[in-house]
């Protein structure tokens, strides 16, 4: 398996614009998570899925940012409009919930925000 | 809210020794570990977990003592080589029901 992959690896983007980050995860997995990284507040937790489904939102700083699932291989998250304070490193990760917890990890997309 | 926090925020290791990374979890009713390690321009990756009805568990180099009186957990690498520098993270959750909580990470560098 490929594992989990994310795109792009890297954004520069201006103030102002739309920016959206892509998911796939591993084949098999029914849960997605969103994580976002910076120096400053370490890994945070902005949504996850179960079966496609959002169970938790509450970490999602603003109503400018969304995520949706579509199907079971595809997960988005937009940031509309976007802001100099969104740049981070944004992480997706999956896993088999009910047979573990581990969750495996993307390599992240690094959104510069100018 | 309850949260999972480090001790140290970074630590430096001669190669060759052991190396010990603390984490103090404020949750009693968190009963899942994970350690996780991240590498530079990589997301985490999982290293080992424990559950607490264990109070060690063993892999490949690596050790987790989990102290539950206390509320602390700990990883243990022996011998340390150069390619374990990283960050490491804990990560806690309550019977797999919680999404996975983590601490703020601490930086182990490793000296040739």
């Known amino acids: 398996d490929a594992g989990v992959i994310q795109s792009p690896r890297h954004e520069v983007t201006e103030m102002g614009q739309e920016v959206t980050l892509r998911c796939k995860p591993i084949s098999g997995h029914n849960s997605l998570f969103w994580y976002r990284q910076t120096m400053m507040r370490g890994l945070e937790l902005l949504i996850y899925f179960n079966n496609n489904v959002p169970i938790d939102d509450s970490g999602m700083p603003e109503d400018r940012f969304s995520a949706k699932m579509p199907n079971a291989s595809f997960s988005t998250l937009k940031i509309q409009p976007s802001e100099p304070r969104d740049s981070a490193v944004y992480f997706c990760?999956?896993?088999?919930?009910?047979?573990?917890?581990?969750?495996?990890f993307g390599p992240g997309t690094r959104l510069t925000v100018t | 809210g309850e949260s999972v926090g480090l001790h140290l925020p970074t630590l430096s290791v001669q190669e060759g020794d052991n190396s010990i990374i603390n984490c103090a979890y404020s949750n009693s009713a968190s009963d899942y570990f994970i350690w996780y390690k991240q590498e530079s321009g990589k997301g985490p990756q999982f290293i080992i977990d424990i559950r607490s009805n264990m109070d060690k568990r063993q892999g490949q180099r690596v050790t987790v003592l989990l102290n539950k009186t206390v509320k602390h957990l700990s990883l243990q690498i022996a011998a340390t080589q150069p390619g374990d520098s990283a960050v490491y993270f804990c990560?806690?959750?309550?019977?797999?029901?919680?999404?996975?909580?983590f601490g703020k990470g601490t930086r182990l560098s490793v000296i040739a």
């Open positions: 990760a999956s896993s088999l919930r009910g047979r573990s917890l581990e969750q495996y």
């Open positions: 990560a806690e959750t309550s019977s797999g029901n919680t999404p996975l909580v």
